[in-house]
């Protein structure tokens, strides 16, 4: 009986989460949270008992709404992904995929060159 | 020679309809004469400008689309730096593009069929699915 009853209490040490830092680190649900989608390691994470985000899933709006042409001309699309004071934002704000940002980064600097949109400052 | 290209310039707001005429009919010769083809103009009208372009805030946007080789789009943009009334213009090479949208669009056609038959062959989607990354739904990400 009482070796029944060390042999579970063994097993369950290590398989307690303050014991082993990386193994079950990674059963942890905020492992897929805290923003941009698909990468491993967002912001928060290796500080223990910090901030834990659990951001839904950013989809791309581009991939779900099926968007094939991103052109400098539609400036008010390109507006979207574009701050306040004119910067690009970073995909893992605005969770748009890889090939996505680039050519979106693309017609922006485009749309920039042509006046359509500023380099620094709001939108008029 | 069969590159297409996109030719957006802006012209100081304050200038005649009939001068702006006179200024897209010298650019349309000038690529006819360099054996290259006009498809289309675009007056996109008076618009505001996103910051102050050579003391303007208003200009009027003009599109051309022109097929032809890279010289037409030299001497074009040659002309329209000399030309005062052009505050600012860009070129933009579109055919490799538009080749692209033109095969996502196929392919998408391509899928709307094969859903729509059943009994089509299986290996249809599998192929239609493959080379189209941007198409891949974000549950799998």
């Known amino acids: ?124 | 020679m069969n590159r297409t290209y996109e030719l957006m310039f802006i012209v100081r707001p304050d200038m005649a309809d009939e001068d702006l005429d006179k200024l897209v009919s010298n650019l349309e010769s000038t690529v006819t004469s360099a054996a290259g083809t006009v498809k289309s103009v675009d007056r996109m009208g008076k618009r505001r400008l996103a910051y102050t372009v050579r003391k303007f805030r208003e200009g009027i946007y003009i599109l051309l689309t022109i097929e032809g080789a890279g010289t037409v789009i030299h001497e074009l943009e040659r002309r329209l730096r000399v030309t005062e009334q052009v505050i600012k213009f860009l070129t933009v090479r579109v055919d490799e593009e538009h080749k692209r949208l033109e095969k996502i669009k196929a392919l998408r056609d391509a899928r709307k069929k094969v859903s729509a038959q059943p009994a089509a062959s299986a290996d249809e989607a599998p192929t239609a699915e493959v080379p189209a990354a941007s198409d891949v739904p974000a549950a799998t990400a």
């Not at chain 1, 941009?36 to 779900?64: H, M």
């Open chain 1, 1 to 124: 009986m009482t070796e029944e009853t060390k042999a579970p209490a063994a097993t369950e040490r290590p398989s307690r989460p303050s014991g082993d830092g990386p193994r079950s680190g990674g059963d942890r649900p905020r492992f897929g949270g805290g923003g941009g989608g698909g990468r491993s390691g967002p912001g928060g994470p290796p500080r223990e008992g910090g901030r834990k985000f659990f951001r839904r899933k950013k989809v791309c709006k581009f991939c779900t709404e099926k968007i094939a042409d991103i052109n400098y001309k539609d400036y008010r699309l390109l507006g979207q992904f574009v701050a306040e004071s004119g910067k690009i934002v970073p995909r893992r704000l605005t969770g748009v995929c890889s090939p996505h940002q680039h050519r979106l980064a693309t017609a922006i600097k485009q749309a920039r060159n042509i006046a359509l949109l500023p380099f620094a400052g709001r939108a008029s």
